[in-house]
């Protein structure tokens, strides 16, 4: 929409009341509905719109050879930013490129085997726009993201995925909003078709996503255990008193012992809270027996190279702490204590059953939000 149609828009018909008067609640709520409402509106559009060119958008992508270059700028800039991380995160390199940068020597990033995806709602950004002889010269494919393919950008572009005419979700209808909300939306939609075409699993999401609470959810649990080495560990046949003074580690220790029989195969777990009972109960004569006859027979483990996830619904389900982890023999690897982990743990209320979320990467089929 030009400057001079939002203004006779403003005039004809207020949207927003005065900064005079203070709005009421019910005001203010209107408003932001109508606001989510017109991206909501701008974005069940798009879904029509998508067509061949964005078949063609998704297998240069998906055959190229370098690198994503993705650039835009001003807030079309700030979505092609997060874009490039949302590339790079599901399996394709990619890399943004601010436009004024680019033509003060960034543009070396530029390679043969690169696909250039260029974000602009008019197609006429002057920075977009004199990048774009560079670019032909550079030999790169571009990608465009515009409101039409007869603006320059359009013109220009191998491929221009068009937006069509957006009406901003401001009252001046001037502040980027329903059409950086539409950039976002197609771009989240190239990325993560290509990321479904590349076969990205998610394995390949944890080897990008080792940080974070996501990154231990998805990893393997031998990178986050605590090694055989650190963990207290004796024979079933030694006594309370044996396993005890000699099962000592620096360090801050677990609260469970494992126990293993004469081929190294766990039989039990004697933990601190089995001590205790032991001491109420005024049973210390026990203290010399074997501690076979009270350990904790056959306890929940977990196979060796399954994932946190498993492992943290297993202490979850099963309201426990410490989880053996053990080889294909039945033999301990290492221990999961949930103090390692209490931070990735659901919160559970009486009246709301924890649900498992387990981490995916769907893509969702067009008819699943057709009217």
């Known amino acids: 929409m030009s400057t001079d149609a939002a203004l006779r828009k403003r005039a004809i018909e207020p949207e927003f009341p005065s900064p005079s008067d203070p709005p009421s609640q019910e005001e203010v709520l209107r408003l932001g509905r109508q606001v989510v409402r017109a991206e909501a509106r701008a974005l069940t559009d798009l879904v029509k719109k998508l067509d061949d060119n964005f078949y063609a958008a998704v297998e ?45 020597g960034d543009l070396g990033r530029v390679k043969s085997g690169d696909v250039v995806l260029l974000l602009s709602q008019s197609g006429e950004t002057a920075e977009i726009v004199g990048l774009l002889p560079s670019f032909a010269q550079l030999d790169v494919p571009m990608v465009a993201i515009t409101a ?49 075409l590349r ?19 998805l990893s393997t649990i031998e990178n986050h255990m605590r090694p055989l080495s650190e963990c207290r560990h004796a024979p079933e046949s030694a006594t309370i008193r044996e396993v005890l003074v000699t099962c000592t580690k620096p360090g801050r220790r677990s609260g469970a012992i494992m126990l293993v029989d004469a081929e190294g195969c766990l039989t039990g777990l004697f933990t601190d809270s089995d001590l205790a009972r032991l001491i109420e109960n005024r049973q210390d004569h026990t203290l010399d027996g074997p501690v076979s006859n009270v350990m904790i027979k056959s306890p929940t483990t977990i196979a060796a190279g399954s994932k946190m996830s498993a492992a943290i619904e297993l202490l979850a389900d099963r309201k426990i702490s410490e989880l053996p982890v053990i080889d294909e023999a039945g033999c301990p690897v290492g221990l999961i204590d949930v103090t390692d982990v209490m931070s990735l743990l659901p919160e559970t209320t009486p009246s709301k059953p924890r649900k498992i979320i387990r981490p995916t990467v769907r893509i969702y089929a067009v008819d699943e939000y057709a009217d």
């Open 148 to 196: 039409s393919q007869e603006s320059t950008l359009g013109r220009s572009a191998d491929v221009t995925i068009e937006l069509g005419s957006l009406d901003e979700a401001c009252s001046l209808g001037l502040a980027p909003s329903t059409s950086t909300t539409v950039m976002l939306a197609l771009g989240d939609a190239l990325a993560l078709v290509v990321s479904h």
């Open 60 to 104: 240069w992508i998906h055959q190229l050879q370098g690198d994503l270059i993705i650039t835009g700028m001003g807030k079309a800039g700030h979505i092609a930013q997060k874009l490039a991380a949302t590339f790079a995160s599901t399996g394709t390199r990619a890399h943004f490129l601010h436009p004024a940068e680019a033509i003060h």
């Open 199 to 217: 076969g990205f699993e998610a394995e390949d999401f944890a080897r990008y996503h080792p940080g974070g609470s996501l990154g231990l959810k």
